[in-house]
């Protein structure tokens, strides 16, 4: 499975951006994914931000974004958005979306729990 992550960019304390996950590949079992959003700031550890369960829609969310970020899928074009509002200088990082191919059933919050990754795509918030 390949992940690509798009919709990063600039943007102002208080505004909005929305980013994509699209998965291509082997995505025959894609049912039984979950699909996570990671970031990571500089000189920081990279830490969960959101995930779905692809075949339900729910979701969870780090208690940092909750509130003001949304995790979403496309489920027939296996593409998962983010969308961040409110935004804060604090969300400056690279933003990762995930897959954990046995995620159906749990909403894995540790890194290690997904075994595909997206190359990143930058968000900067400035004040």
């Known amino acids: 499975v390949q992940l690509q992550a798009s919709g990063g960019g600039l943007v102002q304390a208080g505004g909005s951006l929305r980013l994509s996950c699209a998965a291509s590949?082997?995505?025959?079992?894609?049912?039984?994914?979950?699909m996570g959003w990671f970031r990571q700031a500089p000189g920081k550890e990279r830490e969960f931000v959101a995930a779905i369960i692809w075949s339900t829609g729910n979701t969870h969310y780090a208690d940092s974004v909750k509130g003001r970020f949304t995790v979403s899928r496309d489920y027939g074009s296996k593409t998962m958005y983010l969308e961040m509002n409110s935004l804060k200088p604090e969300d400056t990082a690279k933003y990762y979306c995930?897959?954990?191919?046995?995620?159906?059933?749990?909403?894995?919050?540790?890194?290690?729990?997904?075994?595909?990754w997206g190359q990143g795509t930058l968000v900067t918030v400035s004040s």
């Open positions: 995930a897959g954990d191919s046995e995620g159906y059933y749990r909403f894995a919050t540790m890194r290690e729990k997904y075994e595909y």
């Open positions: 590949g082997r995505t025959v079992a894609f049912s039984r994914y979950a």
